[in-house]
């Protein structure tokens, strides 16, 4: 299983921007998918997940109304857009993948198997 993350950047604040994490080597389709972030000096934070069909998604109180993930399993993506982004949304991004459904341990790290490299996003004020 690899994941490959991309899209991050700097950006203003109030700007936007989407991240993208295309899968190889498994059924992506059969797994759920999650994004998760982490600043210097901080506990990876959930931000969002999607289930197998894209018929439900999660996200994190501090992201929520603001970010969309969604899937295009033709692709073997996942993506994060990012909206009215913040100083503090400043972190290098994850996406993460596991072939349990959404509602098993979807918020924490340990939800999740496969790991991809992360990519920084850096908001500046």
């Known amino acids: 299983v690899q994941l490959q993350a991309s899209g991050g950047g700097l950006v203003q604040a109030g700007g936007s921007l989407r991240l993208s994490c295309t899968a190889s080597?498994?059924?992506?389709?059969?797994?759920?998918m999650g994004w998760f972030r982490q600043a210097p000096g901080t506990e990876r934070e959930f931000v969002a997940a999607?289930?197998?069909?894209?018929?439900?998604?999660l996200y994190g109180d501090s992201v929520k109304g603001r970010f969309t993930i969604s899937r295009d399993n033709a692709k073997n993506t996942v993506y994060l857009q990012m909206n009215s982004l913040r100083p503090e949304d400043t972190a290098v991004y994850y996406c993460?993948?596991?072939?349990?459904?959404?509602?098993?341990?979807?918020?924490?790290?340990?939800?999740?198997?496969?790991w991809g490299q992360g990519t920084l996003v850096t908001v500046s004020s």
């Open positions: 993460a993948a596991d072939d349990t459904p959404l509602s098993v341990v979807v918020r924490t790290t340990t939800g999740y198997a496969h």
């Open positions: 080597g498994y059924s992506f389709s059969s797994y759920k």
């Open positions: 999607i289930g197998w069909s894209d018929s439900r998604t």
